[in-house]
């Protein structure tokens, strides 16, 4: 029997421009961000910088966008995972999922009215980021408390879920799935690929790096892979010193290992958005072939994989276990 309480849960995410018009006003919210543009006297810099920058990306950053079909499909891709986990926990709980994107529609202050106006129970704050890092998790919890000061409504908060034994199973599974591709006898190496971060977020004590390595190494333990594998970064902006090693590095010096196919695994994004569907299945892609590779393949992102829906579902249940007999 479902619990009469009601549980809202709002899923966190990055966000995308759902058309090519959308693109430069997407890159003005990004580089606003405090937690990605910051210095002295950022403050009163900042508008001026983000307008700047992002004028200056948008022709390059459209075209990324005009090769995967026009806009980014991150927001349909999150609104199927918000149904799938409402469905979910509907199982046991009376239960509502929003989906808040950082830098375009919908807004954490659009999902804030509609939290209001739903006036749930409890409420659960759960970023779609498995590893936290300032910049991802951090920045969208900034915001959501920016943003809900006048709400009235507690809210727990899921920080991070990188060991999680369902997250894990989903990627586990998905790897497989993806290495069934390859010809019998002639195992592929494994390039675990993740969103790079500044290296200055690092030495201040982000933990980002160290969660993705964890997940890396307890995906491989629970896959039981003897494949060669190694974790990289991907999706640096500007000239400063970033995570490394770089995705296209990787790449070469795999190959000149003398591996003749690869699998890439997305291990730091649930959805499918630019970094997945163009910086790895076209540019990466184009390396390969270039560097002689014989066979070049890339992990489906999670998605809604039931597993990653499960993994969620007991996030949020178990966030509210004190209060919620399941």
């Known amino acids: ?10 899923l966190f995410q990055l966000g995308g421009p759902d058309s090519l018009d959308a693109v430069e006003p997407f890159l ?34 459209r075209h990324h966008y005009k090769e995967v079909g026009g806009g980014s499909p991150i927001r349909e891709l999150t ?19 929003w989906v808040a994107m950082r830098y375009w529609h919908p807004l954490t202050e659009e999902v804030v009215r509609a939290v209001a106006a739903a006036h749930p129970d409890e409420l659960v704050l759960l970023p779609l980021y498995p590893q936290y890092s300032k910049v991802t998790t951090g920045s969208s919890l900034k915001e959501w408390e920016r943003r809900s000061k006048s709400l009235g409504i507690a809210a727990r908060t899921v920080g991070e879920f990188h060991r999680h034994p369902l997250y894990l199973d989903a990627m586990a599974e998905r790897i497989n799935q993806a290495l069934e591709r390859f010809p019998a006898g002639q195992p592929p190496a494994l390039v675990f690929s993740a969103h790079g971060v500044p290296l200055s977020v690092i030495e201040s004590g982000d933990p980002y790096c160290r969660q993705t390595e964890e997940t890396v190494a307890l995906a491989l ?21 970033w995570t490394e090693p770089m995705l296209h590095t990787t790449l070469q010096n795999v190959r000149a290992s003398g591996a003749r196919r690869v699998l890439v695994v997305p291990v730091s994004f649930v959805t499918e958005h630019i970094e997945t569907l163009y910086e790895i299945d076209i540019e990466a892609r184009e390396q390969a072939e270039k560097l002689g590779f014989e066979q070049f393949e890339v992990m489906p992102a999670l998605n809604d994989s ?19 007999s399941c």
């Open 221 to 241: 333990r629970r896959g039981g892979w003897s494949n060669p594998a190694q974790l990289c970064y991907q999706s640096r902006v500007g000239p400063g010193r």
């Open 28 to 61: 003005v919210n990004l580089f606003s961000d405090p937690d990605i543009i910051d210095f002295p006297f950022a403050r009163l810099a900042r508008p001026t910088l983000a307008k700047l920058v992002a004028r200056n990306r948008a022709g390059k950053v």
């Open 1 to 10: 029997m479902a619990d009469k309480r009601s549980i809202g849960v709002v």
């Open 79 to 97: 609104e199927r995972q918000a149904r799938a986990l409402e469905q979910e926990l509907g199982r046991t709980v009376e239960a509502r999922v």
């Open 306 to 324: 039931p597993k990653f829906i499960a993994c969620l579902a007991d996030l949020v249940l178990k966030s509210v276990a004190a209060t919620v």
